[in-house]
């Protein structure tokens, strides 16, 4: 059995049916293909747009005897939007009990104004998961390196900061790019590429560092991260507009519809013309890439960076991700659901501070959400499949 086909949110498709030749070969298009093998049948594709239509009630309306749009699309929407509502709950209950401090706009500056991190973290995640690489645990330390080469090479080396900051990005590009060639190329297994890779670029940003946070960049260059907007940080619409980019290609070009249909089943997509390895391989450089630029903003932001830091990003990172496939799209990996996340943990982690809990109760949160959210990830592809 495949790994894209064990994990939550992602099942094999079932067998072509009508969409074989006399010989049995498969004729499958991309596009078709990306309905079957995400394991969906019969149009969940357009489950999303209609409330579990005919797609999801041919599934599951037919053989229950319920009727499409009735009670099941009910509990559809209730399970899209379940966690906006805990989310809501939440705040009223940190808004009763700490009022004079969190009902204040400085908490909405700080719940929605300092994620910019970990939201690039996860968009880096999530180009990798889609097309079935679940386990990319070099993300942070791609991350940290590219944040810590900016002030390495500006302050300690006197570079210019722009020709740090492309250089910073190239690299963590090529990190992305040679993850993608021992995995898709030689066929290395995943998680220990990534885990080795995040422990030798971690090592190499103690090494360049010295061990010690470096900062001195300039206020100037600190502007493309801090600049105020509507009384945000610039930094915020950043994140947010990569998030919306990612959507929009996810579910409405071509390279999206391929990318789900080879995270959902390489051999189907093979068979469908779907350049598999040279869209794994693309997937891996473009997360390296989002993480160069995450981290050039990080460092922009914080006037330079700590490299002991970086991997206390991978957890947080792991938990939003997942709790994003309870978000908008149940049971699917999506950035919007994604993008929620973050700043549902944000405003949970914040609150708990703010009554006064000790700082392990961050660890003891992203640990629990990240337990929770794989169940729930879990039973909505069960149930999606029964």
Not at 355 to 373: C, D, E, H, T
Request: charged letters at 10%; a positive charge; hydrophobic letters at 50%.
């Amino acid at each position: 059995m495949s790994m894209a086909s064990s994990l939550p949110g992602i099942r094999s498709p079932r067998r072509p049916g009508p969409s074989t030749d006399r010989r049995g070969t498969a004729v499958l298009s991309p596009d078709q293909g990306a309905a079957d093998g995400h394991g969906h049948a019969d149009g969940h594709e357009h489950a999303d747009e209609q409330g579990h239509g005919e797609g999801h009630g041919a599934g599951h309306g037919r053989g229950r005897g319920r009727r499409p749009g009735g009670g099941a699309g009910l509990g559809h929407y209730g399970a899209r939007f379940a966690v906006l509502g805990v989310w809501l709950i939440m705040a009223v209950v940190y808004g009763i009990a700490v009022p004079e401090t969190f009902l204040t706009s400085g908490t909405a500056k700080t719940i929605f104004g300092s994620q910019q991190a970990l939201v690039f973290l996860t968009a880096a995640l999530l180009c990798t998961i889609c097309v079935g690489e679940f386990v990319d645990l070099s993300v942070a330390a791609v991350f940290g390196l590219s944040a810590i080469l900016v002030p390495v090479l500006n302050v300690d080396h006197g570079w210019n900061v722009w020709l740090a900051s492309l250089a910073a990005i190239a690299i963590a590009t090529l990190c992305g790019a040679i993850n993608g060639a021992l995995v898709v190329r030689l066929g290395v297994n995943t998680i220990v590429v990534t885990l080795g890779m995040g422990t030798l670029l971690l090592g190499i940003a103690l090494w360049i560092s010295n061990m010690t946070p470096i900062s001195g960049l300039s206020t100037d260059f600190s502007k493309i991260a801090l600049f105020d907007v509507l009384g945000l940080p610039v930094s915020f619409y950043e994140g947010v507009g990569l998030m919306l980019v990612f959507a929009y290609v996810l579910m409405l070009t071509p390279l999206g519809r391929n990318m789900r249909f080879v995270g959902a089943n390489r051999e189907v997509s093979r068979l469908a013309g779907i350049r598999v390895n040279r869209v794994r391989f693309g997937a891996f450089t473009t997360a390296g890439a989002i993480n160069g630029v995450g981290g050039v903003l990080a460092a922009a932001a914080t006037g330079g960076f700590d490299p002991t830091v970086a991997n206390s990003y991978l957890l947080p990172t792991f938990a939003a991700t997942f709790l994003g496939t309870a978000i908008l799209q149940p049971g699917r990996f999506n950035p919007l659901g994604t993008l929620v996340a973050v700043y549902f943990l944000a405003t949970g982690i914040l609150g708990l501070q703010l009554l006064g809990v000790a700082a392990w109760i961050s660890n003891v949160f992203y640990g629990g959400v990240l337990i929770v959210a794989v169940t729930i990830s879990t039973l909505l592809h069960a149930r999606s499949g029964s």
